[in-house]
């Protein structure tokens, strides 16, 4: 029960698909309001943007994930919401919302954002809550982009009964760059307190409105297929594990610059 719950609930980085097909990465260089879930500090430069999806995994079918994030530009503020909906079906449910601000001037931006998480156990009619924060930092020099977040800084008791036992934090430093203009390399490393990992990724647009992505981390590969127009895009991502087999992560976009 305790490794169901622990993998439902555990998922800071690689929500959307974007992310999930990068290994956990972002791309600095075209950011959607889903960046609210992994650097406040890379919320979009445009009026609105909204992302929605869904995580399905088929060897453990009942284990799902919905995310929802929607940002816009208010004077030289960029502001964002998020909603991750997960759990196993009619074992527990996941609940986690976020609220952000971020500012970046041409060399450099920050974001600070709110994490509040409710769990309950549905058999034992157990709930919990808990408050946390992420931060963002990103700085651009020369052709890279350099960034740093730490997500769910506060870590959190995330039990039902035993408050002792914290919850896991994430850090993630990345640097990024395009060479070509048409590709955006992704260098990462991710440390929790339990690991470090080191991981890659790449976006690779063929066409103005066709491109691959492709992560590498912890001799794991995942894969993406994304097609956009001026506004409109839908991204799919896949990955296999040893826990939860073959994941195919969903999600579509709507921006207005």
């Not at 690689?14 to 889903?34: I, M």
């Not at 816009?72 to 997960?86: D, P, T």
């Amino acid at each position: 029960m305790n490794t169901l719950i622990l993998l439902s609930v555990f998922c800071l980085t690689g929500v959307s698909s974007q992310s999930y097909s990068l290994a956990g990465l972002y791309n600095p260089f075209d950011s959607k309001s889903d960046a609210i879930f992994v650097n406040p500090a890379l919320l979009p430069d445009s009026r609105f943007s909204g992302v929605l999806g869904l995580r399905q995994n088929y060897l453990m079918s009942d284990l799902t994930d919905f995310h929802l994030s929607v940002s816009g530009k208010f004077w030289k503020l960029r502001a964002g919401l998020g909603l991750l909906e997960g759990g196993i079906k009619d074992i527990v449910s996941d609940y986690t919302f976020l609220a952000g601000l971020g500012m970046m001037n041409s060399f450099f931006g920050a974001g600070l954002s709110t994490r509040v998480g409710y769990l309950k156990n549905i058999e034992d009619n157990l709930t919990a809550s808990s408050f946390s924060i992420d931060y963002g930092l990103c700085a651009r020099l020369s052709i890279f982009e350099f960034t740093f977040s730490h997500l769910n800084a506060l870590r959190p008791s995330r039990g039902f009964t035993d408050k002792s036992e914290k919850s896991e934090s994430e850090m993630l430093f990345m640097i990024s760059f395009q060479v070509p203009q048409s590709v955006t390399w992704m260098l990462g490393l991710d440390r929790t307190s339990s690991k470090t990992s080191y991981r890659i990724g790449s976006e690779m647009w063929f066409t103005r409105g066709f491109g691959l992505r492709i992560g590498l981390m912890d001799r794991e590969v995942r894969l993406g297929l994304c097609l956009k127009t001026d506004t409109y895009g839908i991204d799919v991502a896949f990955g296999s594990s040893r826990e939860l087999g073959t994941t195919v992560v969903i999600s579509t976009n709507y921006s207005v610059r």
